[in-house]
């Protein structure tokens, strides 16, 4: 069964702090995506990755930072929280290709206080 | 700069009734319009799809109308259900995924 594994369900940091989102999926693909999730606003693309150690800005990547170490995990960092990145972060995974599915995650929601 | 528009925000239909959600693309170098669902506490998932080389297709109730032409295609759910219940996005794909702003759906029994 296709798995995305995100680490937290939900987290409470302090502006300023660094913070660590963790996905990683059992399904050997290519492509990953950090997406965040706002009432009204849909999901909208923060980074996303070919294959590990390449990156790509998505359309809102400022703030943030990723990391693909190796091929099933990627990081999504918050260098100094804000409590404007209050929010839920979905990764996804899907193999490479226009026309293949996309596998979420269930999201983790940050709040910044 | 929300390069796919969908309409409505909301939507409330009774048991039964159709239900039909709408988008607008912008960019013609998408090729690859997905639909998908998300219910409450879980991450989006994959619910139907098209190419733009055919202007319909059909899976059990979900159906999606394709109009190259005028840049827009909608989902249409015949015999909505309760449990039908969820956030819909619609969403576009040239060398990655656009999604829609979502319209979240209420089906009432």
Same mark, same amino acid.
């Given at each position: 069964?296709?798995?995305?594994?995100?680490?937290?369900?939900?987290?409470?940091?302090?502006?300023?702090?660094?913070?660590?989102?963790?996905?990683?999926?059992?399904?050997?693909?290519?492509?990953?995506?950090?997406?965040?999730?706002?009432?009204?606003?849909?999901?909208?693309?923060?980074?996303?990755?070919?294959?590990?150690?390449?990156?790509?800005?998505?359309?809102?990547?400022?703030?943030?930072?990723?990391?693909?170490?190796?091929?099933?995990?990627?990081?999504?960092?918050?260098?100094?929280?804000?409590?404007?990145?209050?929010?839920?972060?979905?990764?996804?995974?899907?193999?490479?290709?226009?026309?293949?599915?996309?596998?979420?995650?269930?999201?983790?929601?940050?709040?910044?206080? | 700069?929300?390069?796919?528009?969908?309409?409505?925000?909301?939507?409330?239909?009774?048991?039964?009734?159709?239900?039909?959600?709408?988008?607008?693309?912008?960019?013609?170098?998408?090729?690859?319009?997905?639909?998908?669902?998300?219910?409450?506490?879980?991450?989006?998932?994959?619910?139907?799809?098209? /190419?733009?080389?055919?202007?319909?297709?059909?899976?059990?109730?979900?159906?999606?109308?394709?109009?190259?032409?005028?840049?827009?295609?909608?989902?249409?759910?015949?015999?909505?259900?309760?449990?039908?219940?969820?956030?819909?996005?619609?969403?576009?794909?040239?060398? /990655?995924?656009?999604?829609?702003?979502?319209?979240?759906?209420?089906?009432?029994?």
């Amino acid at each position: 069964d296709v798995k995305v594994t995100q680490s937290s369900r939900y987290l409470v940091k302090r502006t300023g702090e660094k913070v660590f989102l963790e996905c990683v999926q059992d399904m050997d693909h290519e492509n990953m995506f950090w997406y965040r999730q706002d009432p009204g606003l849909g999901l909208r693309l923060i980074y996303f990755s070919y294959d590990v150690k390449m990156k790509e800005k998505g359309d809102i990547p400022e703030g943030y930072s990723v990391s693909r170490e190796k091929k099933e995990r990627f990081s999504l960092i918050l260098e100094s929280a804000s409590t404007n990145q209050t929010s839920m972060y979905l990764c996804a995974s899907s193999l490479g290709g226009v026309d293949t599915e996309a596998f979420f995650g269930q999201g983790t929601r940050l709040t910044v206080v | 700069q929300q390069q796919v528009k969908q309409s409505p925000q909301s939507l409330i239909v009774q048991k039964g009734g159709i239900s039909i959600i709408n988008c607008a693309y912008e960019n013609t170098a998408f090729d690859y319009f997905p639909w998908y669902q998300q219910f409450p506490g879980k991450g989006p998932a994959l619910l139907i799809a098209i /190419r733009p080389d055919v202007s319909e297709k059909k899976e059990g109730r979900f159906t999606i109308s394709f109009n190259k032409s005028a840049k827009q295609f909608s989902l249409h759910i015949m015999d909505s259900q309760p449990g039908d219940s969820a956030t819909y996005f619609c969403a576009a794909s040239g060398s /990655r995924l656009t999604f829609g702003e979502g319209t979240q759906l209420t089906v009432n029994p």
